[in-house]
């Protein structure tokens, strides 16, 4: 999959955060401290200046992660019915997706596909493969504080029923020619490409950026 280039601005925003983020962990002189502090503070600005977002609600996003600055982890589960796939719909920004989030601490990959699964659209599940491996702030709109891998599995549904949770609007089957608006940032017409792809092939290797 080729993916779109990241603004500039993103870039370097994210780099001198990372950067002050990682000196702050391991600094002890006073002096450096407050030199990754100013570093800090730079980068908020600068992104409440392109997201038009306060500088304090910026440097919340950044507190999330404290320690040494890597990428987070989102994983998401892909479900077949006859042909269609399974996708819910985001309250905050009224877009579709798969069922996924943020891996939790002690969960492994597969078993937070069959989490969010469970959880965002009330069916049980068993993770089947791995269909892909992305770069999560290339592929749609960016995720702004975060550089993020997105893992996407295959998950077979064993049961249950169609239940959004309180973050889900409704659950729905789609098939590919008639795809609902989608919420970029979790899911995008590209990655649900390479899904049904693996549904054409089930031989097909996983996809990675």
């Excluded at 999959?1 to 002189?29: E, I, K």
């Excluded at 600068?46 to 950044?62: C, G, K, L, N, Q």
Aim: aromatic share 10%.
């Amino acid at each position: 999959m080729n993916a779109p280039r990241l603004p500039d601005w993103l870039t370097w925003a994210r780099t001198v955060q990372a950067v002050a983020q990682n000196g702050l962990t391991y600094a002890q002189n006073p002096f450096d401290r407050e030199r990754y502090t100013k570093l800090a503070a730079l980068a908020a600005e600068i992104f409440a200046a392109y997201t038009r977002r306060p500088a304090a609600e910026v440097v919340a996003w950044f507190d999330v992660q404290p320690g040494y600055a890597t990428p987070k982890v989102d994983v998401r589960g892909a479900c077949f019915r006859d042909g269609k796939i399974l996708l819910v719909r985001e309250r905050s920004d009224g877009g579709w997706c798969l069922p996924g989030g943020w891996a939790e601490v002690g969960d492994s990959p597969a078993n937070a596909a069959v989490r969010e699964v469970r959880e965002e659209a009330g069916y049980t599940s068993v993770a089947r493969k791995l269909l892909g491996v992305f770069d999560a702030n290339r592929g749609g709109g960016p995720l702004v504080a975060f550089h993020a891998f997105k893992l996407i599995f295959e998950c077979v549904i064993t049961g249950g029923d169609a239940q959004p949770d309180h973050e889900i609007l409704a659950v729905g089957w789609f098939g590919r020619a008639a795809l609902p608006p989608l919420s970029g940032k979790r899911t995008t017409t590209a990655q649900l490409a390479e899904c049904f792809a693996h549904l054409d092939d089930p031989a097909r290797p996983a996809a990675f950026d």
